[in-house]
């Protein structure tokens, strides 16, 4: 039996792409999946819709994380319908966006992480996990340059993992462990299609250095495993491309 049959997670930004499919995966193994989305209804409920298609139990909820009571009202929800919260995957992120102010990125990228965290510890269960997603273009800012048109979203998610992780103690305090996932551009996401318009040949440049970029659903593989993988607290997991970074920050 899969260690995560019976558990509930919580997927932020999971009515599409990379959420969406790890969704799926965690609702393959058994979880009960609670479906976050900001605005589009219609594309969150057809991916409930596909889990329950075969067997699997989810929940589509409305949810503006950027909105203290949205974070809220999300991890209530996972107790409401399943009666409890296992695994919460922060997975939403953004900030290429033109419309919603010049802030957005670390309104969206770290301080709704925090704010979505302190609500699920309300809830989260003594040895639940949760598992942040994000880039190495992000994870290793500090250190490789990235492009200018992506900089302000990779310092933002940066900044949201290192105020995670600076809250270790509070998570092991709850026993709730906590796992970073970070990848390389994903072939098919909506940041690589914005950074390659903005940027032409960007994606290309990014495979010929990578050897490989991952598709969603492989990406999604790996942030599903890392919910019940025999890890550490504050484990980094390195997903494709990372030689390519590591090999310049010891340069």
Same mark, same amino acid.
């Given at each position: 039996m899969s260690a995560l049959a019976g558990k509930t997670a919580v997927v932020t930004g999971s009515s599409r792409g990379v959420g969406a499919a790890t969704a799926?995966?965690?609702?393959?193994?058994?979880?009960?999946v609670v479906i976050n989305y900001r605005q589009k209804a219609p594309r969150a409920n057809k991916v409930v819709a596909e889990i329950e298609a075969t067997g699997g139990k989810a929940v589509a909820v409305g949810?503006?994380?950027?909105?203290?009571?949205?974070?809220? @009202?999300?991890?209530?929800?996972? +107790?409401?319908?399943?009666?409890s919260l296992d695994l919460l995957v922060l997975n939403a992120s953004g900030g290429m966006e033109a419309d919603l102010g010049e802030d957005y990125a670390m309104r969206l990228n770290r301080d709704a992480q925090n704010d979505a965290l302190t609500a699920g510890l309300a809830?989260?269960?003594?040895?639940?996990?949760v598992v942040f997603v994000t880039s190495h273009q992000?994870?290793? +800012?500090?250190?490789?340059? $990235?492009?200018p048109e992506y900089e302000q979203v990779a310092r933002?998610?940066?900044?949201g993992e290192v105020a995670l992780?600076?809250?270790?103690?509070?998570?092991?305090?709850?026993?709730?462990?906590?796992?970073?996932?970070?990848?390389?551009? +994903?072939?098919? $996401?909506?940041?690589? @299609?914005?950074l390659n318009r903005a940027r032409?040949?960007?994606?290309?440049?990014?495979?010929?250095?990578?050897?490989?970029?991952?598709?969603?659903?492989?990406?999604?593989?790996?942030?599903?495993?890392m919910a019940a993988a025999d890890?550490? $607290?504050?484990?980094?997991?390195?997903?494709g491309g990372a030689d390519d970074f590591l090999a310049r920050t010891r340069n």
């Open positions: 799926k995966l965690l609702a393959a193994e058994g979880a009960n949810a503006d994380l950027t909105d203290v009571e949205g974070a809220s @009202t999300l991890m209530q929800t996972a +107790i409401d319908s399943f009666g809830h989260l269960s003594e040895g639940g996990r992000a994870h290793f +800012i500090d250190e490789v340059e $990235t492009m933002s998610k940066r900044a992780m600076q809250r270790l103690g509070e998570m092991s305090a709850k026993g709730v462990s906590f796992v970073v996932v970070s990848g390389d551009m +994903i072939e098919g $996401t909506v940041t690589a @299609t914005l032409p040949g960007a994606l290309e440049a990014r495979r010929e250095a990578a050897g490989k970029l991952y598709s969603v659903e492989e990406f999604a593989a790996e942030v599903a495993a890890v550490e $607290t504050g484990h980094v997991e390195l997903v």
